[in-house]
T-cell receptor
Framework: AQKITQTQPGMFVQEKEAVTLDCTYD???????LFWYKQPSSGEMIFLIY??????QNATEGRYSLNFQKARKSANLVISASQLGDSAMYFC???????????FGSGTRLLVRP | ETGVTQTPRHLVMGMTNKKSLKCEQH?????MYWYKQSAKKPLELMFV???????ENNSVPSRFSPECPNSSHLFLHLHTLQPEDSALYLC????????????????FGSGTQLSVL
């Protein structure tokens, strides 16, 4: 069975600082993909970044980077130079093998302080 | 402007009512999904349609009935719901055929906030 765990229900960060949101996963699949989504108060889930299990380099998308440690089964999201607009819920998700299922963690609420 | 549009944004219904949620995607995708997001719980996958065929029913009660008339439209028909069904219902779409990698990422609508009284 696949499982995603996000152990930080809430996080604070000062504007312009970096923050790391934790995500660990469990799967028996050899091939899988890891996703991070942002959910602002409007409700829409916004795709941020993707990491494939066979990707040798950590994924980066602008201010977002993914710290992928395969042996530890962790896929932490790093947001650099936090902005007030980064305040939102952040979800880690995984899809294994050829499955259609995208399994989500419980989320982390990030609040950026001015 | 999101590529996935959900209506209505908010819905209040009694337990004996029948209502439908609508989802439309303009992204040319072939897979569509219903997720339920309850307070303090992870998103729960309800149904998956791929090329109009249902490929996943995640043990959802029969009071939720999905319909996918074509690859661009997805409905969730609701009848005799319970108060615990109150939640945010999110629709999503992706490239079909089980495509993996970032190309297979899901695009979400803004959801329908459902309250069952």
């Amino acid at each position: 069975a696949q499982k995603i765990t996000q152990t930080q229900p809430g996080m604070f960060v000062q504007e312009k600082e970096a923050v790391t949101l934790d995500c660990t996963y469990d799967t028996s699949d050899q091939s899988y993909g890891l996703f991070w989504y942002k959910q602002p108060s409007s409700g829409e889930m916004i795709f941020l970044i993707y990491q494939g299990s066979y990707d040798e380099q950590n994924a980066t998308e602008g201010r977002y980077s993914l710290n992928f440690q395969k042996a530890r089964k962790s896929a932490n999201l790093v947001i650099s130079a936090s902005q007030l607009g980064d305040s939102a819920m952040y979800f880690c998700a995984m899809r294994g093998g050829s499955s259609y299922k995208l399994i989500f963690g419980s989320g982390t609420r990030l609040l950026v302080r001015p | 402007e999101t590529g996935v549009t959900q209506t209505p944004r908010h819905l209040v219904m009694g337990m004996t009512n029948k209502k439908s949620l609508k989802c439309e995607q303009h992204l040319g995708h072939n897979a569509m999904y219903w997720y339920k997001q309850s307070a303090k719980k992870p998103l729960e996958l309800m149904f998956v349609y791929n090329f109009k065929e249902q490929t996943e029913n995640n043990s959802v009660p029969s009071r939720f009935s999905p319909e996918c008339p074509n690859s661009s439209h997805l409905f969730l028909h609701l009848h005799t719901l319970q108060p615990e069904d109150s939640a945010l219902y999110l629709c999503a779409s992706s490239q079909g055929g089980g495509i993996q990698g970032p190309v297979g990422k899901l695009f979400f609508g803004s959801g329908t906030q459902l309250s069952v009284l």
